[in-house]
T-cell receptor, first 111, second 114 residues
Framework: GEDVEQSLFLSVREGDSSVINCTYTDSSSTYLYWYKQEPGAGLQLLTYIFSNMDMKQDQRLTVLLNKKDKHLSLRIADTQTGDSAIYFCAERTGGYQKVTFGTGTKLQVIP | NAGVTQTPKFQVLKTGQSMTLQCAQDMNHNSMYWYRQDPGMGLRLIYYSASEGTTDKGEVPNGYNVSRLNKREFSLRLESAAPSQTSVYFC?????????????FGPGTRLTVT
């Protein structure tokens, strides 16, 4: 079965880089996602990576995928206070409706 | 476009009461989903609808029913609420077919069952 795990909390200083990690168990994942949830709001897609890629960069965001270790990471460069949120890793396996979300990592940015 | 809308935003129920959570999307998406979010457990899928007229159970369907009223609307019903159903409920929608299938989420309904 699918299982997606993340650490619950990360604290960084403004201007530093943040690295949020995720491990998953299903080797048949097709897409892996990072969603962001701001307080009192729903989730919003930040970025995604297709399973045949090992890196994707999008402005301040870098996603690294290690398929051998089933490890996904999200690096946020020059972290800002507006980046404070909960970040969810998610994997899609099989059909498009089969998306499993991790527990979420709460990122606290200290000014 | 409003995206995905949910009503109500907040609700308090007594044990045994029933209620329906409403969800609508204006993006012409085929697929719609209901999740619950609990601390330390992430999002868990309750039910989903791959297309109008079809619904399927997700990971935690017990105690819930759904209706895909039309392509826009997907409602979640609690027939007899229990304290274990205290949670934040999110509706989402996505396209179908090929592609990355980003899910678009509503703002959530915060439900407390006493």
């Amino acid at each position: 079965g699918e299982d997606v795990e993340q650490s619950l909390f990360l604290s960084v200083r403004e201007g530093d880089s943040s690295v949020i990690n995720c491990t998953y168990t299903d080797s048949s994942s097709t897409y892996l996602y990072w969603y962001k949830q701001e307080p009192g709001a729903g989730l919003q897609l930040l970025t995604y990576i297709f399973s045949n890629m090992d890196m994707k960069q999008d402005q301040r965001l870098t996603v690294l995928l290690n398929k051998k270790d089933k490890h996904l990471s999200l690096r946020i460069a020059d972290t800002q206070t507006g980046d404070s949120a909960i970040y969810f890793c998610a994997e899609r396996t099989g059909g498009y409706q089969k998306v499993t979300f991790g527990t979420g990592t709460k990122l606290q940015v200290i000014p | 476009n409003a995206g995905v809308t949910q009503t109500p935003k907040f609700q308090v129920l007594k044990t045994g009461q029933s209620m329906t959570l409403q969800c609508a999307q204006d993006m012409n998406h085929n697929s719609m989903y209901w999740y619950r979010q609990d601390p330390g457990m992430g999002l868990r899928l309750i039910y989903y609808s791959a297309s109008e007229g079809t619904t399927d159970k997700g990971e935690v369907p017990n105690g819930y029913n759904v209706s895909r009223l039309n392509k826009r609307e997907f409602s979640l019903r609690l027939e007899s609420a229990a304290p274990s159903q205290t949670s934040v409920y999110f509706c989402a929608s996505s396209e179908s077919g090929t592609g990355e299938h980003e899910q678009y989420f509503g703002p959530g309904t915060r439900l407390t069952v006493t």
